[in-house]
């Protein structure tokens, strides 16, 4: 009787989710790869569980992991060893079809450069995920102009990434991360690319969410992000080197 | 939901091209000029065929034509002077035709001269052939206004004729024909009827020479017209020994009886059984090669698979250049796939799955050799037009060289935007999202 069968099992048995257990777990998770010629131990046996709610800060230097340790939680890639479970669900077996599909319907990315797409508008952009996820096209509209209302570009619904601000556009992938409403919603560095101002725009409506009770990973240099999160990873050299609990 | 999704991906993929309209459009060009050349050249080929085959078959499909050749060894020796050439179709080699072969229906025997023609003060030189009342039931003419040659002109040797209507152009400028008289040699000869052109002007002499041999041949090159008199009195009034004067060797003296015999066989399937009695019944009789045998479906058969051959040979000049404007298409689609690296990786990242990538820069692929299909099958539909109008070419689209024309570009699309939307769903998506 293995791990993932058990959480089956109390997945099955429970319907949903039980409240206690972690929406996001690791055991001793590794991921390796060669770079040329030289094997890279970029994760060693992580162990994590993140509950639903949580606002997480992963931090560290740079060559810490942590991006690896972001591909990871965002099931873009393959762990080496062990085992991660999002949802009950044991994912690190999965094949690309599979993965594909969880990627869309748990997983909210909000990265450092915006990501949306120039040749759509803002409706548009944040339809995508709904897309995939094989919503119709009228019920996908409706949401995607709520979320666009939510993040305050309600009256910018038509117009391209290249017409909007570093910080409406952030504020666009947001809405889009919003839109499948994943389990967690991560972030790669949301403030990074904007000035202090919308960045703080940008924090104000992550720490909303974070009040409307959704589940946030934010990997990040900026010590304001880690100051609102209720718990502060520290990577160093592919293990987790500390973890602050900030919560008051 | 298939549908839906058809409709999503299409609606994107018109997105991303629009997005990029000249390089569509510059893209499109070589599925445009493809699809278009392979349309107008099976439309050239097609027309240029039917004109030909249309003009065998006014020769008729059930005749055998019959013409009086001047023997090779003769020919060699047309140095020596004075002699009197006799060779040729003679009155009995008709007669035995329609006594001794139950295959024939009619038998026309012909006498055809070249000659000058005068009506009043003008002048033009022409075709006279001497022929038998039942000439129109197996050549193309028609008869405009008057009559025919009858049975009694033939009896009486009457001094009538019968002009065609390229004749009633060059000599009745301003005189209603019938009626009127022509002189033909020293005689005058009364219109009694006026019948359509034996040919048409342009591809029909080619093709008449190229069926008839030798002399008439020369003699009707640049005659205007024929003018039909009953035979015997061409016979009566010519004679048969025509006189040549060439340059060197002085004058020639040849007699021929008939330069003709058109024999028209009981169906199309007895055409061939026929010829061959023909020739063993005049290799019998005559002891030089003085005749020449022509069966015009023989020549529509050559020229159906000349046309085959033409067409084979514009269809694939057309469809390399298909195929060039597919290697650019494929091209190009690569490179908007490296271009848009980024955008595939945010799409992998929001839950699109290796499928869903390819899909997409299939679509646009596809869209592109449609709409260059479609705008192709219009310009392939309008150059045959301008062709037929500028160049005074006969053309012919089918709907057959339409739907293959756009299969093939069809196929080019899927062909040629495989190997993109392949090299695009399988990009790494941690890859494709660092990409700058």
């Excluded at chain 1, 996001?24 to 770079?35: D, E, I, P």
């Excluded at chain 1, 915006?114 to 094989?134: A, P, W």
């Excluded at chain 2, 019959?66 to 009995?92: F, M, N, R």
């Excluded at chain 2, 015009?296 to 694939?316: D, T």
Aim: proline share 3%.
């Amino acid at each position: 009787m293995d791990k993932s069968e058990e959480a089956m099992q109390q997945v099955a048995e429970n319907g949903k989710l039980n409240k206690d257990m972690p929406i996001l777990s690791m055991k001793k998770l590794s991921k390796n790869y060669l770079l040329g010629e030289v094997e890279v131990h970029a994760l060693r046996e992580i162990n994590l569980a993140i509950q639903e709610g949580e606002y997480i800060a992963i931090m560290g230097p740079s060559g810490s992991g942590k991006s690896t340790l972001l591909n990871m939680i965002g099931c873009l890639d393959h762990p080496s060893s062990g085992s991660y479970y999002l949802g009950g669900e044991d994912v690190s077996l999965l094949d690309d079809n599979r993965l594909s599909l969880i990627r869309g319907e748990r997983i909210g990315f909000i990265f450092q450069s915006f990501n949306l797409i120039n040749q759509l508008n803002v409706v548009e952009n944040i339809e995508v995920s709904m897309y995939y996820q094989g919503i119709a096209e009228r019920a996908s509209f409706k949401r995607a102009k709520e979320l666009a209302e939510l993040v305050g570009l309600g009256e910018r619904l038509h117009h391209r990434p290249f017409e909007l601000s570093g910080g409406q556009q952030q504020r666009v992938a947001i809405a889009r991360a919003l839109a499948n409403d994943p389990l967690i919603i991560l972030a790669d560095e949301p403030t990074g690319n904007l000035d202090s101002e919308s960045g703080t725009d940008i924090l104000v409506i992550l720490d909303r969410l974070h009040k409307e009770g959704k589940t946030l990973i934010s990997v990040t240099h900026d010590e304001r992000i880690a100051s609102h999160a209720e718990r502060v990873i520290h990577l160093f050299d592919g293990k987790i080197s500390k973890q602050e609990d900030q919560r008051v | 939901m298939f549908l839906f999704r058809v409709k999503r991906t299409v609606k994107l993929g018109i997105k991303s091209l629009w997005m990029h309209r000249m390089r569509s459009i510059l893209t499109t060009l070589g599925i445009i000029f493809g699809v278009s050349s392979v349309i107008a050249m099976l439309a050239i080929g097609e027309g240029a065929s039917k004109h030909a085959q249309e003009q065998i078959a006014k020769m008729g499909s059930q005749n055998i034509i019959i013409k009086s050749v001047k023997p090779p060894e003769d020919q060699e020796a047309t140095g020596q002077q004075q002699s009197l050439l006799e060779y040729g179709l003679t009155y009995s080699d008709a007669e035995r035709f329609r006594n001794s072969i139950p295959e024939v229906e009619v038998v026309v025997p012909n006498r055809i001269l070249s000659k000058k023609v005068w009506y009043r003060n003008r002048r033009i030189d022409t075709t006279v052939i001497g022929t038998v009342p039942w000439y129109p039931e197996l050549a193309p003419i028609e008869l405009k206004m008057g009559r025919f040659i009858s049975s009694v002109d033939t009896h009486y040797t009457q001094g009538i004729c019968v002009v065609d209507e390229m004749v009633v152009d060059k000599l009745f400028v301003f005189d209603y024909p019938l009626g009127q008289d022509v002189k033909i040699g020293s005689d005058y000869y009364r219109v009694v009827g006026v019948v359509s052109p034996y040919e048409s002007k342009s591809n029909g002499n080619n093709l008449n020479n190229g069926a008839s041999s030798g002399q008439t041949q020369s003699q009707e090159g640049t005659n205007v017209g024929r003018i039909y008199i009953p035979l015997t009195t061409v016979r009566n009034r010519f004679g048969e020994i025509s006189i040549q004067i060439s340059g060197s060797s002085g004058a020639n003296a040849e007699r021929v009886e008939l330069q003709e015999i058109i024999v028209k066989a009981g169906n199309i399937g007895k055409v061939l059984p026929t010829r061959d009695i023909i020739d063993t019944l005049l290799d019998r009789f005559h002891k030089k090669a003085d005749y020449q045998i022509t069966i015009p479906i023989a020549l529509l058969k050559q020229a159906k698979e000349s046309a085959r051959i033409f067409s084979i040979v514009l269809g694939s000049i057309a469809a390399i250049s298909l195929l060039v404007g597919g290697i650019g298409i494929m091209n190009i689609m690569l490179a908007t796939v490296s271009e848009r690296t980024r955008e595939i990786g945010i799409r992998r990242a929001l839950g699109a799955k290796k499928r869903d990538i390819m899909l997409q820069f299939l679509s646009e692929t596809l869209l592109l050799t449609l709409i260059g299909g479609i705008s192709g099958i219009i310009l392939g539909v309008v150059m045959p037009l301008l062709v037929t109008h500028f160049a005074n070419m006969p053309t012919v689209i089918t709907v057959y060289s339409l739907v293959l024309a756009f299969g093939i570009s069809a196929t080019i699309g899927v062909m040629f935007g495989m190997y993109p939307a392949y090299r695009a769903a399988n990009m790494d998506p941690i890859e494709s999202l660092r990409h700058e």
